[in-house]
């Protein structure tokens, strides 16, 4: 029986003061919000996910995105060290959550900076992005964390986007996928696919063929419907408007306990 557990964090109170980097601030409803947020954490439900809740952080504008306070690999929790200040205070209840399920904790620790966001998970490979809010001290940090369990670290450029995985995410089969005015070495993954649409580039695998996606991504839900597999879309326009993404608003932690 697959044990399959995504961590969440509902958002506060304060997110429209969320930060904004590369795009224009622009209004955010937080009673839609509210909305959006249900029917993703609805659509992980759905496809056979257990959510467990973060411990809610509402001083912190941007805690909703509670990928970037932490990242897990084959059971162990690396707790991040936001390149951007006022994130710092959300690992406190990343680091209560992944305690209560047991998961032995690393944390990144004074000067270097990782957020969760620039971290993406291939199979053995660890790509991470250096350039925006992670900087050489949280790449390094991450090696020694992640190494000695088996992961290959690669270090890639950002430049063009918040976080690496703004730029680019994975399918199931191991290709990257990106939008490529917005990735920096497209060569450096071994198979790169473009995709038609910005928010096209984030999919969150919920198992088999299956792909959560942005409803603000049609062409390329289409193109890889054509390629045989599954989008489940959803509506997340009000955390776009803060650099957020359907990969940033969840933690999959895959057979914790296999
Ligand atoms: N991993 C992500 O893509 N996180 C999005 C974070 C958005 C948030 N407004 C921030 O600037 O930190």
Known sequence: MPDNKAL??????????GLVTRVGRTPVDTVLAARQWEGYVAALHAHGWETVEVPA????PDAVFVEDAVVVFRGVALLARSGAVSRRPETAGAEAAVTALGLP????????????GDVLKVGDTVYVGRGGRTDDGGVRQLRSAFEPMGARVVAVPVTKVLHLKSAVTALPDGTVIGYPPLVDDPSVFPRFLPVPEEPGA??????????????????????????GY???SVDIGEFEKLEGCVTCLSVRLRNLYA
């Open 105 to 116: 904790v690393e944390r990144v620790r004074e000067p270097g900076t990782l957020d969760g």
């Open 8 to 17: 969440v964090r509902r958002p506060g109170p304060r997110l429209a003061e």
């Open 57 to 60: 952080a509402d001083d912190c």
């Open 202 to 227: 984030h999919v969150v695998l919920l198992g088999g063929g299956r792909l959560l996606m942005a409803a603000s991504a049609p062409r390329t839900a289409e193109l890889l419907t054509d390629m």
């Open 230 to 232: 599954e989008p489940v």
